[in-house]
C-alpha cells in the first residue's frame, strides 16, 4: 500500500511557474513508476507525464513538452512536476499516482495508488 500526498498548486498568471510535489510513504517508492495526471471540471482525468522507477526514463504529453518536467528523488519518496510557460488550459486539479506499471503507460487505469489531488490555476 502505498499513500501519496502533492502540494504546491496554486494561483499563477500565464507564462509564470509552479512546482508540484507528491511524496509517498511506505518503502516501495523505489520501485514504482509514478504518474502525473490532471482533471478540468467536465473532463476526463488526463495522462501529464511519467516516470520510470529509477528516474531514467519519462514520457510526457504533446501539449507539455518542453514545458513541463517530471523528476524524482527516490532518497525522499518524493517525486516533482515542474511546471514552466503556463497557460489557462493548464488549468486543472493535478494528482500523482502510482503504481508496477510501464513507464510509458498512460491510462489512468494503470495505475492504482492516486493523491488526493492539488488545484493549479493560470490565469489570462
Known amino acids: 500500500q502505498v499513500q501519496l500526498v502533492e502540494s504546491g498548486g496554486g494561483l499563477v498568471q500565464a507564462g509564470g511557474s509552479l512546482r508540484l510535489s507528491c511524496t509517498a510513504s511506505?518503502?516501495?517508492?523505489?520501485?514504482?513508476?509514478m504518474g502525473w495526471f490532471r482533471q478540468a471540471p467536465g473532463k476526463e482525468r488526463d495522462f501529464v507525464a511519467g516516470i520510470s522507477y529509477s528516474g531514467g526514463n519519462t514520457n510526457y504529453k504533446d501539449s507539455v513538452k518542453g514545458r513541463f518536467t517530471i523528476s524524482r528523488d527516490n532518497a525522499k519518496n518524493t517525486v516533482y512536476l515542474q511546471m514552466n510557460s503556463l497557460k489557462p488550459e493548464d488549468t486543472a486539479v493535478y494528482y500523482c499516482?502510482?503504481?508496477?506499471?510501464?513507464?510509458?503507460?498512460?491510462?489512468?487505469?494503470?495505475?492504482?495508488?492516486w493523491g488526493q489531488g492539488t488545484q493549479v490555476t493560470v490565469s489570462s
Open positions: 499516482a502510482a503504481d508496477s506499471t510501464p513507464w510509458h503507460v498512460t491510462r489512468a487505469e494503470n495505475y492504482r495508488y
Open positions: 511506505g518503502r516501495t517508492f523505489s520501485t514504482y513508476t
